[in-house]
T-cell receptor, first 116, second 112 residues
Framework: ETGVTQTPRHLVMGMTNKKSLKCEQH?????MYWYKQSAKKPLELMFV???????ENNSVPSRFSPECPNSSHLFLHLHTLQPEDSALYLC???????????????FGNGTRLTVT | AQSVAQPEDQVNVAEGNPLTVKCTYSVSGNPYLFWYVQYPNRGLQFLLKYITGDNLVKGSYGFEAEFNKSQTSFHLKKPSALVSDSALYFCAVISGFQKLVFGTGTRLLVSP
């Protein structure tokens, strides 16, 4: 068990659907992240939250909408996605925001998203 | 801008032999370097990091990495590979308060 739990593990959605990805961390960390992992490409940082406040939006299209109600939970709301958005979406947490204390990231197992 | 290069898409090694997974980086200041491993259908797991101090860093599962400033490299090594080491390995670098940048990953295949 990684300490970071993501649900669902797999999601298939049409381009007009609305769905949400959920992430929960049990590590007492202060920072949480969403990453997108596509084959043969580096991990793409999407959003960063530190103490529940969004500190980074890495030019992500508005069809992806994050929400962080508290330091332990992070959501990614999805709306009118495109087929090229199909990927593995990884949630991660760290004690301090990376760049401040250089704490390592702890990742969940990801949600495999397929947009049809 | 920061960057990381993992020049090999795949590394093949026989069980019991030493393994090396290569990583080079480019940053404007002092680098902080990380290695992560990803097993099938799992997220990334932290293996080890270099912040400062001894150039040889030891990590989980018998892995180690050597920081070489003159060659701007941070290669991952293990003296004796196991079949269970087969996975995808990612190098990452950060400098100052910039973003953590990951490489494209290297698939390690250890044959029995």
């Amino acid at each position: 068990e990684t300490g970071v739990t993501q649900t669902p593990r797999h999601l298939v959605m049409g381009m007009t659907n609305k769905k949400s990805l959920k992430c929960e961390q049990h590590l007492g960390h202060n920072a949480m992240y969403w990453y997108k992992q596509s084959a043969k490409k580096p991990l793409e940082l999407m959003f960063v939250y530190n103490f529940k406040e969004q500190t980074e939006n890495n030019s992500v299209p508005s069809r992806f909408s994050p929400e962080c109600p508290n330091s332990s939970h992070l959501f990614l709301h999805l709306h009118t996605l495109q087929p090229e958005d199909s990927a593995l979406y990884l949630c991660a947490s760290s004690q301090d925001q990376v760049g401040a204390g250089n704490s390592p990231l702890h990742f969940g197992n990801g949600t495999r998203l397929t947009v049809t | 801008a920061q960057s990381v290069a993992q020049p090999e898409d795949q590394v093949n090694v026989a069980e019991g032999n030493p393994l090396t997974v290569k990583c080079t980086y480019s940053v404007s200041g002092n680098p902080y370097l990380f290695w992560y491993v990803q097993y099938p259908n799992r997220g990334l797991q932290f293996l080890l990091k270099y912040i400062t101090g001894d150039n040889l860093v030891k990590g989980s599962y018998g892995f180690e990495a050597e920081f070489n400033k003159s060659q701007t490299s941070f290669h991952l090594k293990k003296p004796s590979a196991l079949v269970s080491d087969s996975a995808l390995y990612f190098c990452a670098v950060i400098s100052g308060f910039q973003k953590l940048v990951f490489g494209t990953g290297t698939r390690l295949l250890v044959s029995p």
